[in-house]
């Protein structure tokens, strides 16, 4: 019986790469390392989890799949459940970004190695996701998004080149590959982000000393502008 996967969980088992072993942090039903046991794409892989009924979720499927011999249940927090060295590809998705990069910085000597992949898909703040990523000397080399219903969501690889990038602050709310990929998603993403915002300039209009914000929110708004109008150019010169 195989695992079928779609949407958001697809995207990231399609950016792990074939290695010996995966960790999944977060791993809720084991879905996703079920699928890249299934596909091949590793020999062996550990699912964790901070709660124990994720674990039993994650356990029960395992054996439904037939593969208790390949994946190993772990229950702790983040990044504690792994040795360093010991997994060659890391995946944490399904968590909002703030959260996702206090992980990463709580067990940084695990992951800032250059034999480690990291597969990571935020819930939210991914600009916060790619800030630690980038002041730890990572490089984020491949990204894409997938939709699931009315939501887009962002998946990114990176791994540790150990050499600072400088960055425009627009570049952690819109990441560079999706750019030069021109992602199909990425104006419905940016359209999506630029609702949010102008949700977020009402409400300062109501508050007072509110200098600061609506300069911050109106300068990305500009920027997210400025990127849907290079898109549309692009499409009406392809078509």
């Given at each position: 019986m195989k695992l079928e996967l779609d949407g958001r969980l697809k995207l990231i088992a399609d950016k792990v790469p074939e290695c010996e072993?995966?960790?999944?942090?977060?791993?809720?039903?084991?879905?996703?390392?079920?699928?890249l046991i299934q596909q091949?794409?590793?020999?062996?892989?550990?699912?964790s989890d901070v709660k124990a009924g994720p674990v039993r979720i994650a356990q029960r499927n395992i054996?439904?799949?037939?593969i208790e011999d390949r994946i190993e249940t772990r229950l702790g927090s983040g990044l504690e459940t792994i040795e360093k060295n010991e997994a060659d590809a890391i995946i944490i998705a399904g968590m909002g970004g703030t959260l996702l990069s206090e992980l990463l910085e709580t067990d940084k000597d695990k992951v800032c190695c250059s034999d480690v992949m990291l597969v990571?898909?935020?819930?939210?703040?991914?600009?916060?996701?790619?800030?630690?990523?980038?002041d730890h000397q990572f490089e984020i080399f491949d990204e894409e998004l997938a939709r699931e219903g009315n939501k887009i969501y962002c998946v990114m690889a990176a791994r540790f080149i150990g050499?600072?990038?400088?960055?425009?602050?627009?570049?952690?709310?819109?990441?560079?590959?999706?750019i030069i990929k021109k992602d199909p998603l990425l104006l419905p993403y940016c359209e999506i982000k630029l609702r949010q915002i102008n949700r977020v300039l009402d409400q300062l209009e109501n508050m007072a000393d509110?200098?600061?914000?609506?300069?911050k929110y109106q300068g990305l708004k500009d920027n997210y502008l400025k990127l849907v109008k290079q898109i549309e150019e692009e499409k009406k010169i392809t078509n």
């Open positions: 072993v995966v960790a999944d942090i977060g791993t809720d039903h084991a879905y996703v390392p079920i699928y091949g794409k590793c020999r062996r892989a550990i699912a054996a439904k799949y037939k990571l898909q935020p819930m939210n703040d991914v600009d916060v996701v790619r800030r630690w990523l980038y050499k600072n990038k400088s960055y425009k602050d627009f570049e952690l709310h819109v990441g560079e590959c999706l509110n200098s600061r914000l609506l300069r």
